[in-house]
């Protein structure tokens, strides 16, 4: 009797393992096909640009866009709560005059799920309802998902 449980508990536990493997696998084979592997070429506009920090270039590719009108506002989000504006604007200087204006700082985003809730706040305060998003392409299946659930009814690029 102890021993049939013991083989049948011994299968089971295999068979889960196997089953969460493929589905592991499975589930990481969908995300490699969401990364885009191109950079997005834009034309059209949005009302605003929001980037999530984390790699250098990304913050100034959303200052160009928003330099070259691709939308009215920048949202930086996930600042370090020390970092000051023109501490950023030193790093651009080209587009320096932008930081008096129309870009906006957010210091409480931590995660991507911050940035999100961040982003639909900043958004609803200047009645945007579409917004170029600004990340890197490892990152950008898991921003739409989190941005697409705060803000469903928003156009998001």
């Excluded at 506009?45 to 913050?59: E, F, H, P, S, Y």
């Excluded at 911050?114 to 009645?127: D, P, S």
């Excluded at 945007?128 to 990340?135: K, P, Q, Y």
Aim: proline share 3%.
């Amino acid at each position: 009797m102890f021993g049939s449980i013991a083989r049948f508990i011994g299968f089971f536990t295999i068979t889960a393992g196997a089953a969460g493997a493929v589905l592991l696998g499975v589930g990481f084979c969908w995300y490699l096909l969401k990364v885009p592997t191109e950079e997005v070429t834009l034309d059209r506009t949005a009302d605003g640009i929001v980037v999530l920090t984390g790699a250098a270039a990304r913050i100034p590719d959303a200052i160009e866009l928003l330099a070259t009108d691709h939308g009215k506002r920048l949202l930086i989000s996930g600042v370090h709560r020390d970092t000051r504006a023109r501490e950023i604007a030193r790093l651009t200087p080209v587009y320096a005059k932008y930081f008096a204006c129309c870009i906006d700082l957010d210091r409480s985003a931590l995660n991507t799920f911050g940035n999100a809730l961040e982003t639909k706040r900043w958004a609803r305060e200047h009645n945007f309802n579409s917004l170029i998003v600004v990340t890197s392409n490892w990152h950008m299946p898991r921003a739409m998902a989190e941005l697409e659930h705060q803000m469903p009814d928003a156009a998001l690029i």
